[in-house]
């Protein structure tokens, strides 16, 4: 996932390292050190996907390459996988926009349907939960409650944003 986000940024523009770090907490979700950041840049380089040139200083500038712009395509168009992170989902979020109306929608419209799984799944633990015990756990089922509204408010989320690609789809 760090590769995939680390070539979408450098779709936009080279960045030396200091940059890359910066832009991937900028995306809000991604907090990566140094120590993970190199060795990432390091084996993007030595696959060709990235390359390293002197920029000011001592600073390198990485740009991606031919094939890093193709490596970077297959990844954002693959089918995520069922089991999907949530902080999968969101780098694939961020990059979005290289892709075309049809499939944004199509990236959207599965994650949908994967959180409406998840929140009828939720819906059936906690109703068990509560005819389970006497004393129920009020903390617990608060929880389940509040990760049951994040789900909701994810889908609402979600219908937004392929209501608002439909509407500019259509318009063009």
Request: hydrophobic share 40%; proline share 2%; charged share 30%.
């Amino acid at each position: 996932m760090l590769d995939f986000a680390i070539l979408g940024l450098l779709m936009e523009r080279p960045r030396h390292g200091y940059e890359l770090r910066r832009a991937l907490g900028e995306l809000g979700f991604w907090k990566v050190s140094f120590g993970s950041l190199y060795p990432a840049l390091r084996r993007l380089e030595k696959s060709g996907a990235i390359e390293a040139s002197k920029a000011t200083g001592r600073r390198k500038a990485y740009e991606i390459t031919a094939q890093g712009r193709e490596v970077f395509g297959s990844l954002l168009q693959a089918d995520p996988e069922a089991t999907e992170t949530d902080r999968g989902f969101q780098v694939r979020l961020a990059f979005l926009g290289h892709l075309p109306s049809d499939r944004r929608i199509q990236v959207m419209d599965r994650r949908r349907r994967q959180l409406s799984t998840q929140l009828k799944t939720s819906r059936e633990i906690l109703i068990e939960a509560r005819s389970a015990t006497k004393n129920e756990d009020r903390y617990r089922i608060a929880l389940m409650e509040h990760a049951m509204q994040s789900t909701e408010a994810d889908i609402a989320w979600l219908d937004g944003l392929v209501a608002a690609e439909r509407s500019v789809a259509s318009a063009t």
